[in-house]
């Protein structure tokens, strides 16, 4: 497995936030993580990418306990894209995509062909090449997060994890940002909102309420008009789509 959690515990004072959860990321694959605002996907995705620490319970990377790993490490194989991710406003695109190449550099490396090429392809992928010299802060917000996404690739990760990605995009590059990660030959681990989405491009889905997993396979398996019933309060009805075979949810009104 590329990442593995084995109920995980984590809480903010007194709140229990991540209550018990387990999961297996494969690797290549792109799971999925749904869940009503306030669920804990946010939460899980930082304990996985090791910005916070579980209060019990392990977190494999590679078959490695993440806490046995160092920050590094860590970095140079996994790439996470925050929900708000912010940088210095006077930095250019450039600039905050070839920050992604840190975790491959040592004090004494110079900047390589390698990393320039990871740079440029970054760029070109996320549709972000022509805007390559702006300032940060000229940027509208589907491009800073797709500057971002940039970054995450620029870093050449074997996991990425992104939270909530295609927030700000417009309907192209939602939907070009979801085929891009789909097609990445890594383990990926994407919390989404738009569930059409999640079905048609993910491998596997992990649905989370109040802070524990309710749900958890294949889209077919997950999203079935009861689950959408009970986690997310909505009446739909879910069939196998025509055009792609995967699940498509018609949400009634
Ligand atoms: N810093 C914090 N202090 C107090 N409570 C917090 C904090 N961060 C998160 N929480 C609580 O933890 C729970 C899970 O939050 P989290 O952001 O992980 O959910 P989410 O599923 O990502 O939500 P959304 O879909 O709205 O992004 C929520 O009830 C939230 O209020």
């Not at 999925?32 to 990418?49: E, I």
């Not at 889905?205 to 999203?223: C, D, H, R, S």
Request: glycine share 8%; aromatic share 4%.
């Amino acid at each position: 497995m590329s990442i593995t959690a084995d109920n995980l515990i984590w809480k903010i004072g007194r709140k229990t936030v991540l209550d018990g959860v387990s999961l297996q990321a494969e690797p290549g694959k792109m799971l999925g993580l749904l869940g009503p605002n306030g669920s804990g996907k946010t939460s899980l995705l930082r304990l996985l990418a090791g910005l916070k620490k579980p209060h019990s319970g392990r977190i494999t990377l590679g078959g490695q306990d993440l806490k046995t790993i160092d920050r590094k490490a860590i970095a140079q194989r996994v790439a996470f894209v925050e929900q708000h991710a912010a940088t210095n406003a006077s930095l250019r695109v450039i600039d905050v995509v070839k920050l992604g190449r840190f975790p491959h550099r040592s004090m004494f490396s110079g900047w390589t062909k390698a990393d320039s090429d990871a740079v440029d392809q970054a760029l070109e992928r996320t549709g972000m090449a022509v805007k390559r010299d702006e300032r940060w802060q000229s940027l509208s917000g589907g491009e800073k997060q797709r500057a971002q996404i940039a970054r995450a690739l620029a870093q050449s990760p074997q996991e990425l994890i992104l939270d909530e990605p295609t927030n700000h995009l417009d309907i192209q590059h939602q939907i070009n940002l979801m085929r891009l990660v789909a097609d990445l030959p890594i383990t990926s681990i994407i919390a989404l909102h738009d569930l059409n989405h999640a079905a048609m491009f993910c491998d596997g889905l992990i649905v989370m309420q109040a802070g524990k997993i309710v749900a958890t396979g294949t889209p077919e398996k997950v999203l079935t008009e009861s689950l959408l019933r009970d986690v997310f309060s909505i009446e739909a009805r879910v069939e196998a789509s025509p055009h792609h075979a995967r699940p498509h949810i018609h949400y009634l009104r």
